[in-house]
């Protein structure tokens, strides 16, 4: 017997022998008519005591018994005397007999959870070799470009001036593996096989986590922190492709670097900051050069409001970025491996070239990018907006160049469903229909349908890469978008963009252009 149980059987033994003592000697005291001061210490003090432990052991049981109550803390402990003490003849015999069951509870439920943690200490064991496991995604594009001004045709084809070219194309093939090194470290390999010709490389790296602060470490080839939509994962984007201001100062968004990631223990805030090479090394894996030419970058996010009740269906997400960056602008076009000060995107669509394009700066010596983003999302409804710009310093008694854009879009689920947010890395995350698409047949000889999660979207974006005799042209487009989920792993998408060029330096005579694309997009990842 424990010593809790030996300390209610004494307490216990002891009250039944005083309240034997107080009623069979009750006639006899009732003779008295008055009781002196040691009689009064003899039999009510007695009683007082016991009730006072009673009700302290009773305390005492609470809580113990309350930290097994799913939900629920102990109850603190009284810092004063027991108030209302009564006597002995006020506590009820059952107490005890409840009490003694609540203690034998109390100790079977120990006994269990201590055999609990004893089998899962008996059954881990620590890992001997990396982990592994694998996954991928296959996206499949056809783009049309029904209608376009002769502008277009020579940006497109410079050459020719031929318009640009329908096409059915793989957007990515892309395989990964990725695991934990031991229980301290992480790795993961991204290879895009789009073009069976040429693969390209695109997350690669090693990592340490579990680091102080909620923080992982990664090195290697990975992400520069600018943009949301850049940082967006391709598989949960609501559009086909990002922004033309996000793919503009972000092109390609992925760097050899060191970069750190962390969050708040409330997951309010996350924060990233690494240094990057400027050189896009995805088809070779390899910098060379004699100058680093790199780049700082570091985002700032936060979900100040995340309805948790709700499942995430309604929240606010800011974050401010930005980065530092050392071009090589005083090196030749045709010299390999330099970085000068560029920026250029295609139509949001995939087209043969990128249809406004500043060229290699001359005389770019650094460039600072400054970003903001916000989102909100309430229920079904999503909005949207980002804007960046870039100022670029020359040297030679070369002016200073500065180049802007922006984007705003609305999307809404027909079915109800809300775009999942991410907030350790204040990223979308995935969606999950409420109901996933089918038809098969039934046992009756009929039909059963599903009919998925359906989404419609609208965005308006716009980029300036025209300043001073810099003269990359600006654009304007408009997109609407309809999404078609068949599960939370598969989807199709559908974009129809007009947009509008202008200020672009000539070619073949034009400064600029308008047309109409259509896109759609089949698209699985595992």
């Known amino acids: 017997m424990t010593m809790l149980p030996k300390r209610i059987a004494s307490t216990v033994a002891a009250g039944l022998l005083l309240f034997g003592a107080t009623h069979f ?5 009732a003779q008295e008519t008055s009781f002196s001061s040691y009689t009064t210490e003899l039999y009510v003090a007695p009683q007082d005591e016991f009730s006072r432990r009673l009700m302290e052991l009773e305390r005492r049981i609470d809580q113990l018994d309350a930290p097994l109550q799913p939900g629920l803390s102990a109850p603190p402990a009284p810092t004063g005397a027991m108030p209302n003490m009564q006597n002995i003849q006020n506590v009820p015999m059952t107490n005890v007999g409840h009490l003694m069951e609540r203690i034998e509870r109390l100790e079977a439920a120990q006994t269990v959870q201590g055999a609990q943690l004893a089998k899962v200490a008996e059954e881990y064991v620590p890992p001997t070799k990396p982990t592994f496991k694998i996954g991928g995604r296959v996206h499949f594009d056809t ?35 990725s695991g934990d090194a031991f229980e301290t470290m992480l790795w993961r390999i991204q290879v895009d096989f789009a073009d069976p010709n040429d693969p390209a490389i695109k997350d690669v790296y090693i990592g340490w986590d579990e680091l102080p602060g909620n923080t992982t470490v990664l090195l290697g080839n990975q992400k520069r922190p600018l943009g949301l939509d ?78 948790d009740s709700s499942g995430g269906r309604g929240y606010y997400h800011w974050a401010i970025a930005g980065m530092v960056a050392n071009p090589d602008g005083d090196v030749l076009a045709t010299t390999p491996h330099s970085n000068q000060g560029r920026f250029r995107t295609r139509p949001e669509a995939r087209s043969s070239s990128r249809w406004i394009d500043t060229g290699a700066i001359a005389g770019a010596d650094w460039y600072e990018v400054f970003a903001l983003e916000s989102m909100l999302n309430v229920g079904a409804w999503n909005f949207c907006g980002e804007y960046q710009a870039t100022w670029l310093q020359r040297d030679n008694g070369m002016s200073d160049v500065n180049f802007h854009g922006g984007y705003l879009q609305a999307a809404y689920f027909l079915t109800g469903e809300h775009m999942a947010y991410d907030r350790k890395s204040s990223t979308l995350s995935r969606v999950k229909p409420f109901e996933n698409f089918f038809l098969v047949p039934d046992c009756n000889g009929n039909f059963g349908t599903g009919w998925g999660a359906w989404q419609v979207a609208a965005r308006i974006s716009y980029l300036d890469l025209t300043d001073d005799n810099i003269q990359g042209g600006v ?18 998408q559908f974009n129809a963009i007009y947009g509008d060029i202008s200020e672009h330096r000539p070619v073949g005579g034009y400064t600029g252009g308008n047309f109409w694309i259509m896109g759609c997009r089949f698209m699985v990842d595992f």
Not at 25 to 29: E, H, I, K
Not at 250 to 258: K, M
Not at 294 to 299: D, I, P, Y
Request: hydrophobic share 35%; glycine share 8%.
């Open 25 to 29: 000697s009750a006639p006899a005291l």
């Open 143 to 177: 783009w049309d470009f029904p209608s376009n001004t002769p502008g277009i045709g020579f940006f497109e084809n410079p050459a020719t001036g031929n318009d640009p070219e329908n096409r059915w194309a793989f957007r990515r093939v892309r395989l990964e593996t």
């Open 230 to 307: 850049a940082l967006n994962s391709s598989r949960f984007n609501i559009f086909m492709e990002r922004p033309l201001v996000v793919e503009a100062f972000n092109e390609d968004a992925r760097r050899l670097g060191l970069c750190g990631y962390s969050y708040s223990d409330d997951l309010v805030y996350n924060w990233r900051y690494g240094i990057f090479n400027m050189e896009n090394v995805s088809g070779t894996g390899t910098y060379l050069g004699d100058a680093f030419q790199g780049s700082g970058n570091a985002r700032l996010a936060s979900s100040p409001w995340y309805d």
């Open 475 to 492: 654009e304007t487009n408009a997109t609407l978008g309809l999404n078609w989920l068949w599960t939370s792993h598969s989807k199709m």
